[in-house]
């Protein structure tokens, strides 16, 4: 029982020094509450089951996610955990000297972390169904439900959750530090602050080497990763740039840790002003021997900053997207080429996909107000590789992931207008010896227009011709959520064999139009189509809608922000909070170090300044290089996820920017005010 | 002569009414412009107390404190800072030199905190390196150089100022003999040379029969006050003993 009261002792005693280490946890204890409990905030709104199944899946991934980051935030606490014992060695050396073993200190431990552990975790979930009320809000915006009335929502899975997660690692701590406590020797407990660091000096010509060595890597991999042919290559080809990335950040951490002072100090006229001189040296002597958990720290913010910013953006352009490219209400496709294996009991089976509904006794015309049939052709003969033409080998040497074998799609210019028309495109016009290309994914449209722009003639069932414009006309015959045309060729009419007929389509718009009959209908068609046992045999049939596209696209949008938030989130916490644990736990040594300023005669303010700026110059540190990398990650970004588009990348940017003032910002500042009050007199 | 510290009256209390503890119980004493007085008493004397007051890190109960004709104990804020970082020189027992910064760069620190300009600055820190012997080591770190050195450059960045008066508690405290003596030596360098002033507290004879007067302290009050006069160090120090032996038992393990 005196155990337990030296603990509870110890735990108000040190409320100051353990404020960081609270507010981590309860932070982290909160989020995993809000993120557990988003399943239960979309079982009431009211959304079609399509949209409920992708809520399933998003929930199933975010408890996967949330596994991983129980690791992350486990190590945190581990971490910190082993930080707060560090600053009480010389109290557990008095304990040991009076007679106590080490069992019981472990036993005192023990009860610190179950003390802290249950307290951070009833605040953390507290706050958590708080703020769980706000996500639903946030939740049923993002899947454009209609919040009728609003219901206060606990979710006891995810609570259970949550307590579960955290009491493993709790235990886990308890272990690590009875490990840690059995170990350690009474003499270094004793007098562990009196052992001062050596202060390494290295020598400045190797650091400045490594410098500009490291900054010149650095920049290489910066090239690669933006070099925009690399979304076409090879998937192993980012090890690359990342691994050069990492070790570069660690070097430049490494060298200008030399560098820094070595820059100071050339003016000395700023050098030896205030308390100036004395700042330096306390970051350059941190740095020394802190290079490594900056180089963590500085990937983990550059982490943050990407899949923010990825995520919100990738969210934007998703439902910015389907105006545009999903503007019919349905699309119904047979293809007849499929490859041998998949159709070999339908090979050279020409069905329009008028025939196989009649087959089916289904009366699409019920439904439909308008609707169209067109055909797409292809034919060995005119594959991307011939339609690159001249240009052939100087794109391939660049782009060698891209399918050159693959056979063009070809569409009738009448056909095409007639789609056009649907969809409320610009409707073409070709003399009999012209092509159209049309297409609306990014980077092909840039490598056919450099083929366009030289006049290249293909040739297509024997006739030559040649583009009528220098540059790929913007359009897409197959609705999707976002822009993944890749280049289909428009011809007159007769230049058409029927023979080589690829595809039949049929597209067209509904007689309902309010949303609620639209619904309705499509329900309807779907159901009868899938029940009908005959569709089995016709394999390439298959069909979207605006509909399907618009949940899926919603869906995945959703998705992809709550795994971003949620990753960014914690790993934003975690770096702050190691950063900020460990400006704290050198604030003894600080204190007596700033004792000894006051008693030279160093007044409060410019002691406070002295401190807030090596706090900040710690912490502006890793950022600065994290933006940097962020800017080229960003970039990089973009190109990959091209066909996601990048509608509203400053805004997300701005977001990012935001969350990370907030958090970033608020350790920042949690840390100053905590190190302010450890440095205090008295 | 000129009055440096003039002390009046002054007492310290610790504690409540109840319970109270006079660590200083009305003592009153003078220091002039050159001198070089020791403070000596033994463990719990009050001696540290009372350099706690003149150095304004602690406020006297009652009493005034006279620094140049200012009194320091009407002194707030950040004039206190200002008086201790112009008008005094601080030196420690355990040197309390920043362990991040060369010796250069500690002594330097007193200056540039009184916002020096660079030039002076380098002038006088090479100035000082000269009068205590330590040029050799200003380019170490405190943890490469003996604690004698350290001493030594603790005492630069004390007198580097210029201050009225320094104040050095136990400053051979941590020191072997040889690196005392040495350091002491370079205490009366500073005090016949340099015109520096300086109040010691000490509880060692040998260290104290350096200085040219002695006050000794027992239970906050002032108990006996020796003049070196014209006595070499030796006949000063067996004076000192015989000083302490009259003090009782309390100093008996002070040799």
Known sequence: ?682 | MENILKIENIEKYYGNKSNLTKAINNISFDVDKGEFVAIMGASGSGKTTLLNCISTLDKVTSGHIYVGGNDITKLKGNNLNKFRREELGFIFQDFNLLDTLTAYENIALALSIQNENVKTIDEKVKKVAEDLNIEDVLKKYPYQMSGGQKQRVSSARAIITNPKLILADEPTGALDSKSAKMLLERFNYLNEWLKATILMVTHDAFTASYASRVIFIKDGRIFNNLNRGLDTRKEFFDKIIDVVTMLGGDLNDAL
């Open chain 1, 1 to 682: 029982m005196m155990l337990f009261k030296l603990s509870v002792k110890n735990v108000t005693k040190s409320m100051k020094d353990y404020a960081i280490y609270f507010f981590t946890l309860i932070l982290g204890t909160s989020i995993f509450y809000v993120f557990n409990a988003i399943e239960s905030q979309t079982v009431l709104l009211d959304v079609t089951s399509s949209t409920m199944d992708i809520i399933k899946l998003m929930t199933n991934i975010l408890s996967g996610v949330s596994v991983f980051v129980s690791f992350i935030l486990g190590f945190l606490i581990i971490y910190a955990s082993r930080f707060l014992i560090k600053r009480r060695n010389k109290e557990f050396g008095i304990y040991m000297t009076l007679g106590m073993g080490k069992r019981k200190i472990s036993i005192i431990l023990f009860m610190e972390t179950l003390i802290i552990g249950v307290i951070s975790m009833f605040v953390g979930i507290v706050i958590g169904i708080v703020l769980s009320q706000l996500m639903s809000v946030f939740v049923s915006n993002m899947f454009e439900a209609d919040m009728t009335k609003f219901e206060f929502v606990f979710s006891g899975s995810a609570c259970i959750k949550t307590l579960i997660y955290f009491g493993i690692m709790y235990l886990l701590v308890m272990i690590f530090n009875t490990y840690n406590i059995s170990r350690c020797k009474l003499i270094d407990l004793l007098y562990a602050n009196k052992k001062s660091e050596t202060v390494r000096l290295k020598n400045p010509v190797i650091c400045t080497a490594l410098f500009i060595i490291s900054s010149c890597v650095l920049g290489y991999a910066y090239y690669i990763v933006t070099d925009d042919s690399i979304g076409a290559k090879d998937l192993d080809y980012i090890f690359k740039p990342i691994i050069l990335g990492v070790v570069s950040t660690f070097l430049i951490f490494w060298s200008l840790s030399g560098l820094l002072l070595r820059m100071f100090q050339g003016s000395k006229k700023y050098y030896y002003k205030g308390l100036n001189s004395f700042t330096l040296r306390q970051i350059s002597s941190k740095i020394n021997t802190t290079v490594i958990s900056m180089t963590v720290i500085c990937l983990a913010l550059f982490v943050t900053i990407c899949v923010l910013s990825a995520s919100l953006c990738i969210k934007n352009s998703m439902t910015e997207n389907l105006e545009t490219s999903a503007p019919a209400d349905l699309e119904l496709e047979f293809c007849m080429n499929l490859s041998d294996e998949d159709n070999s009991n339908t090979k050279g089976q020409k069905y329009t996909v008028k025939e196989i509904l009649n087959e089916l006794d289904f009366d699409i015309d019920s439904y439909m107000e308008e609707y169209i049939e067109i055909n797409t052709y292809c034919s060995e003969n005119l594959t991307l590789g011939d339609t690159l033409g001249s240009k052939f080998d100087e794109i391939k040497n660049k782009y060698t992931y891209l399918g050159y074998d693959d056979e063009e799609k070809i569409i009738k210019l009448s056909d095409y207008n007639r789609l056009a028309g649907i969809y409320g495109k610009e409707k073409f016009t070709l003399n009999e010896n012209e092509y159209i290309i049309i297409a609306d994914f990014d980077s092909m449209i840039e490598i056919r227009n450099r083929v366009l722009m030289e006049k290249q003639a293909i040739n297509v069932f024997g006739h030559n011709l040649i583009p009528k414009y220098t540059e790929c006309k913007d359009g897409f015959i197959e609705m999707s959520a976002n822009h993944l045309n890749t280049g289909i060729i428009v011809v007159p009419d007769d230049v058409i064999d029927e023979n080589f007929i690829y595809a039949n389509y049929l597209i067209g718009n509904y007689k309902a139009k309010d949303k609620d009959a639209r619904i309705k209908t499509e329900e309807e068609i779907i159901n009868t189509l899938e029940s009908n046992n005959k569709i089995n045999n016709y394999k390439g049939f298959e069909g979207t809608t605006k509909l399907m596209i618009a949940q899926a696209s919603i869906g995945l949008g959703a998705l992809v922000t709550f795994i971003g938030l949620y990753l960014g989130i914690v790993f934003l916490i975690s770096s702050a909070a190691i950063l900020a644990l460990k400006e704290l736990s050198e604030s003894s040594d600080n204190k007596e170090r700033f004792n000894m300023l006051r008693r030279i005669g160093a007044d409060e303010k410019m002691i406070n300044k002295a401190l807030f700026n090596q706090i900040a110059i710690f912490f502006l540190f890793p950022l600065l290089l994290a933006i940097i990398h962020s800017f080229f990650g960003i970039k990089f970004c973009n190109i990959v996820l091209e066909f996601f588009g990048n509608k509203g990348l400053f805004s997300s940017i701005i977001m990012t920017a935001v969350f990370l003032v907030i958090i970033y910002g608020g350790y920042f500042l949690l840390t100053y005010f905590c190190s302010r009050n450890i440095i205090k007199e008295r």
